[in-house]
């Protein structure tokens, strides 16, 4: 084998003819029209002391270098080659130790690869925003912005399983350029320079993430069963409402002295932060032969989706009932993305004081308080449906809990 490339794939689109391509075949084309212009601009409105105004606004194309997959093939065949042996007592032998010798001729049994479409062209975004900042006296700011992405040719990562002779149970994965996303956002800030011992940055920011695939790791419906654009929904970082706050207040002097000396020098710091609930995504493994991936359910109408159970954390969990798996090959009618998860508050505090023992040495005294207000922060859930064999033909996960629900049995199972 050549170490010094990594293979690919010629004509992996047809995986009755498909093999392992030549040593030096490059895994995907060069593009060299990647301009990338930046633009901003800023304008005064009001020089008024105290209440002063300024508008600004930018524009940019910013390109990702598209290798985040890359490395992962290394992992795969024809690179990755493993061998089990049983019986021969450690430690091992000269004719156990090495491993099994490269094969580049197929057919390829139950190996693994990862490829790249050839016409992959590098991921882009194009971002923008507009804001103003308004002066609120000498030591205070508010500004608002609207910020504004859209992300193009965003990779996705595909699977596939084999089923030509040539890949006789093997797994394909496919890198390609086939995912977009979009991003909008109202963002409001006031910040306060430190006066009267009093600092502090406060921000609240309502936005949508919605894209097709959230990051290029996962494996993603292959789009000879169902169109990419099927499973744009809300990205599985998405926070509606965001607010954080944070602050560092020094307390004055109470005292002289003795007294002052014990109570004088202490500072107070605090941050809060809060958001909405994230998404959860609930999927049904479904077998699209030869393929066995995941694909969004059936809603039921009427149905509600969460079940109030005070015994599992956040008091409710998603209601089995509300969803069948769909029954011909494709995809459900509940969007990715659909449903929520909980929301999350937290305040940490700090008290401290720092005292000159010398002239070179200071010591500090410190208490820290991690969610003061001791609110749980739950994981976000993950359900998900997957066939299994009677008597629990499917089972749902919710908040990293697998439990076996028989109302499914005579609700959603699928035929065969």
Request: aromatic content about 10%; charged content about 15%.
């Amino acid at each position: 084998m050549d170490g010094q490339h990594l293979y690919t794939l010629a004509g992996f689109g047809d995986l009755f003819t498909a093999r392992v391509a030549p040593a030096g075949t490059p895994l995907y084309g060069t593009t060299y029209a990647n301009f990338a212009p930046r633009f901003g601009v800023a304008y005064q409105l009001s020089q008024h002391p105290g209440r002063e105004s300024v508008a600004k606004a930018g524009f940019g194309i910013f390109y990702d270098l598209g290798t985040g997959a890359i490395g992962d093939s290394a992992q795969f065949f024809p690179h990755r080659r493993q061998k089990t042996v049983t019986g021969i007592p450690f430690p091992l032998n000269d004719a156990a130790v090495p491993p099994p010798p490269a094969n580049l001729d197929p057919p390829y049994m139950g190996q693994a690869f990862l490829v790249f479409d050839p016409e992959i062209v590098l991921p882009r975004t194009y971002e923008w925003n507009v804001a103003l900042q308004q002066s609120l006296g000498t030591m205070q700011t508010v500004s608002a912005s609207y910020i504004g992405a859209a992300g193009r040719d965003l990779l996705r990562r595909e699977f596939a399983a084999g089923n030509g002779p040539n890949f006789l149970g093997s797994g394909i994965d496919v890198t390609t350029s086939t995912a977009t996303s979009d991003y909008h956002s109202l963002q409001i800030q006031l910040q306060r320079r430190l006066s009267r011992g009093m600092q502090g940055l406060a921000s609240y920011s309502w936005s949508h993430s919605i894209d097709i695939a959230s990051n290029d790791f996962d494996d993603q419906i292959p789009s000879t069963h169902v169109l990419p654009q099927l499973n744009r929904g809300s990205s599985d970082f998405d926070a509606r409402h965001t607010f954080n706050a944070a602050f560092v207040y020094d307390m004055p002097r109470l005292g002289e002295g003795a007294l002052g000396s014990v109570l004088n020098g202490w500072s107070v710091q605090g941050i809060f932060t809060a958001r909405t609930a994230m998404p959860v995504n609930v999927t049904v493994i479904r077998t699209f032969k030869p393929d066995r991936i995941a694909v969004n359910p059936d809603l039921v109408p009427g149905v509600p989706l969460y079940l109030s159970d005070s015994t599992i954390a956040g008091g409710k969990r998603i209601n089995p009932a509300a969803f069948l798996a769909p029954i011909d090959q494709r995809q459900g009618n509940l969007g990715r993305n659909a449903l929520r998860g909980f929301p999350v508050y937290e305040l940490d505090v700090s008290v401290g004081r720092a005292f000159d023992v010398m002239r070179s040495v200071r010591l500090q005294l410190r208490a820290d308080a991690f969610n003061l207000l001791n609110h749980p922060i739950l994981p976000i859930p993950r359900a998900h449906w997957e066939l299994l064999a009677p008597p629990c033909r499917e089972i749902v996960y919710l908040a990293f809990q697998r439990r076996c629900w028989p109302t499914l049995l005579s609700t959603a199972s699928p035929p065969g």
